[in-house]
């Protein structure tokens, strides 16, 4: 296909790939006739994976991402699924990255079309293809339409509010102390927001969400998420791994070993009831390690997030933005305040340690 160009979907269903020599994040966006998303809910990527009649599928670095559309189950309303593209690697540009399309059958991998666009340069984000009703029939269209801004700048074009996870706004270094709120708070290395919304503690149950997937053409990747927990004089008091899943009475939890970092969401989970810790608990640090021993420089978008227990509401992000050859990393602390709240400070440290064991000693000195 040639820039403009359009196809009749002989299939029901369609998948778009789109693969590069790099790795590459791809994104679905389901518009309305004035050519908006209805809500950030039409905004599916590898952490919302699923929306009506479309679906986002990570290659897992060994083959590229992939959108699939199901025509018939795109609710009414929606006339345009845009297919979007931006390289993984933070600043990237498509300079000498010549992303292709490619438009199959999704129940037999049928190519229907290809697609590669022309002349790319300082774009940091390409809407790609369009699959978009007419006249009562389903087309495919050619775009390779270029950013400058990134995903941000697709998203805030097609309506996704940049407080959402298509281009989190971060607080401004240096500002008072940030609390709950206004919603999301998405931080950036060494920033730190207050556990507090409406003037209370957050003292609920909160679950700490630890994702990942391995760099492109990878392979799986076995990391291991953990929470060790302190006391006031940084005294180790216990952790909580893949090895032993409950501590200090069962207010901190862990959801088990996940061996590959396959697929979107978060990979490995620790809840903590934050009302049921015990006195001497005050300091909590999240690390996550390789045991296999890869590199985190092996490691597609690493993040973790902070959400409420009981509503699923994500509260703080933090994405790992930045890599070093190492085994560990030391991702967020959550330390307890004299006025009984909690502040969550994004870490991004990282240490050379396969295990829980020895993140001990460096995370009780970044306390």
Not at 15 to 22: E, K, M, N, R, T
Not at 320 to 342: C, D, H, P, R, Y
């Amino acid at each position: 296909m040639t820039p403009g160009s359009n196809i009749p979907l002989t299939a029901q269903r369609v998948a778009v790939d789109v693969s590069a020599p790099v790795r590459l994040d791809v994104s679905g966006l389901l518009l309305t006739a004035d050519g908006k998303v209805r809500s950030d809910d039409d905004f599916i990527f590898y952490n919302q994976p699923s929306g009506p009649g479309v679906t986002y599928t990570s290659g897992g670095g060994s083959s590229p991402d992939s959108i699939t559309v199901d025509t018939a189950a795109v609710p009414p309303g929606i006339e345009k699924i845009v297919v979007t593209a931006s390289p993984d690697a933070a600043g990237q540009t498509f300079q000498g990255i010549e992303p292709t399309a490619t438009i199959r059958n999704a129940a037999d991998g049928t190519v229907l079309a290809t697609f590669t666009p022309p002349q790319l340069g300082t774009e940091t984000a390409l809407v790609v293809i369009e699959v978009y009703l007419r006249n009562g029939a389903w087309k495919a269209r050619a775009v390779g339409q270029g950013y400058a801004n990134g995903l941000a700048g697709i998203a805030t074009d097609f309506g996704v509010s940049v407080e959402e996870p298509a281009a989190p706004a971060a607080p401004a270094p240096g500002a008072g102390k940030i609390n709950l709120d206004k919603g999301r708070v998405s931080l950036q290395k060494n920033q730190t927001v207050s556990l507090v919304k409406g003037g209370k503690p957050l003292l609920s149950q909160v679950k700490m969400g630890l994702g990942w997937e391995p760099a492109y053409r990878g392979k799986d990747i076995d990391l291991d998420a953990s929470v060790i927990a302190y006391g006031p004089q940084r005294n180790h008091i216990d952790s909580c791994y893949f090895g032993k899943l409950s501590i200090v009475n069962g207010a901190i939890k862990h959801s088990g070993d996940n061996l590959t970092g396959e697929g979107g969401g978060d990979d490995e989970v620790i809840v903590v009831d934050l009302g049921r810790l015990p006195q001497e608990v005050t300091g909590l640090v999240f690390t996550v390690n390789s045991f296999s021993g890869q590199k985190f420089t092996e490691v597609a978008k690493a993040y973790c997030r902070l959400l409420d227990a009981a509503t699923g509401e994500e509260l703080v992000r933090f994405d790992l933005t930045n890599a070093e050859a190492q085994t560990g990393v030391m991702m967020a602390k959550l330390i307890k305040q004299f006025s009984g709240e909690w502040e969550m400070t994004a870490m991004g440290d990282f240490v050379k340690s396969r295990t829980v064991r020895g993140m001990v000693k460096p995370a009780a000195q970044a306390l």
